[in-house]
């Protein structure tokens, strides 16, 4: 047999236990320990693979915050960490990027995969050997098997007779569901365990170094176009006009933002954040793009560049204060509306263009090429998702936003966007609106302006909070009774259980009903 083969039939029976009609919780946590062991039961030399272990690393710590918090971000952050961990199970010299792209080629196309061994494996004899040959049996047999159990239950549908003979036998929880449930596990552990590599790629990812290789005039390709002193003078020429021009941007921020501490008549907060923020976007993307055109080749090595590079770095600095900028922005704009989730993935945009431009810098001061940029930046975007995954960002929000309003009474706060967050702050809002009758007295419309109509109809908008938060309870709690000890949630299970005692200690009746 296979050295894949029964790891596949391990895991699948695993999936199907920890995941049929269950949620979000522990099973992750079970599954991922128990896919690394397979993993390291199959091939031991990973343990001396760094990649191996830091795509393991986050599989770990994602899938703890599944169970500790049972919110999307481990959930995202944990199917990114497989597909890599699967990836880097088969090939360990690989680069993130490729590495994550054959592990998702293999799984979205695992059908055909699956049907093309089955194909090779029915026309080939199977090794010698009786176990071999047994397991190898039982493997090919699951598909004709599911099929039986399809034909099955379509008859006992079809004949009275038949359901009648077919109901004294206790099936447990077979049933059409669990059947699909279960075949879609196995495929998608036969892609997680049976990787595919494109062998071109994967070689050239191979033999390309991080090393700018050194080229003469002649090797490179835009040198015989036009010559390196031509370059060179249309790059400075192009770097003293964009320095010139992003300096002028700079400093009206630098003047508003840190002199004048105040944003120009006319231009509001939403224009003076959004407009910058997506400027900023288009000016890295170009930045950059124009950076890599210019010290693609042979200029890395022109003895005359000393000019291009100089104001090469120069730009990058001028838009690291650009970002930098951007920061204050977002800042002043939190400081009036308060904090959500898109106000934080700004800055999270924002350190990544700053990683960007560092990178950049360091690819012109050591002569790195292209491919070195994308393989870096690549494993500083998964880090930096893996960091962010402990962080219960939805109570830092309500808890910056309490507490602001508290400090400042003028702050307008969304309290809808706060009361629909996930159930990791039920407890805490519930505790605040319901117990405690307490509100932030303000309301944003959508156009993020202040409206007078929300204040004067704060009883009314503070009912309409606390019955946002009674569906809340309502929801998880029948949502999470219904599960088993596999979707334990230790975040649920705490929330819960404070506005159930909050329910009893203060005699509160729900207002609503889900029926």
Known sequence: MKRNDVPILLATAAYSFLFYRQSAGLN?????????????????????????IAAAAGCIVSSFFVFWYGTTLPFAANVISLVALAGFSMDPESSFIIAWLHSFFSMTCVVIFMAADMLSGIISPTPAGGRSRAFHRIFLAIIPVFIFFIFFLIYRQSNPIFDQLASRINFGCLSVGWLFFTFSGFLLMYGFFRQRVAASMQQRDHDTSDDLAVITAEQDTMAQITSAANLVYTGVLLLILLNGLLAVVNGLDVYYLGIAHRIPAGITYTQFLHNGTNALILSI??????????????????????????????WIAQNIVLVLSTCSRNYSYISSYGLTHKRIGVYVYLALCITGLVTTLIKILAAKNNWFLFRKNAWIMYAMLIVAVPVDWDTVIVDFNISHFQADQKMEIDQCYMADLS????????????????????VVDSSNTYSETGRRGSTAYNIEIQNMLWYSYLHLD???????????????????????EMIATHHLICPVSLR
């Open 423 to 442: 159930h990791t702050d039920l407890a805490q809002l519930f505790r605040y609106y319901v117990v405690e009758q307490k509100s932030l007295n303000a």
């Open 28 to 52: 992750y946590f079970l599954f991922d320990i128990l896919l690394i062991i397979l993993l390291l039961v199959r091939d031991m030399s990973l343990l001396r693979r760094m990649t191996f």
């Open 478 to 500: 029948e949502d999470y009774s219904h599960h088993d000890w596999q979707s334990y949630c230790e975040s649920k299970t705490r929330n819960l259980a404070a506005v159930q």
């Open 285 to 314: 993307i170009l930045a950059i793009s124009i950076i890599l055109f210019y010290f693609r080749g042979y200029l890395n090595f022109y003895e005359g560049n000393r000019w291009i590079k100089l104001l090469a770095y120069l």
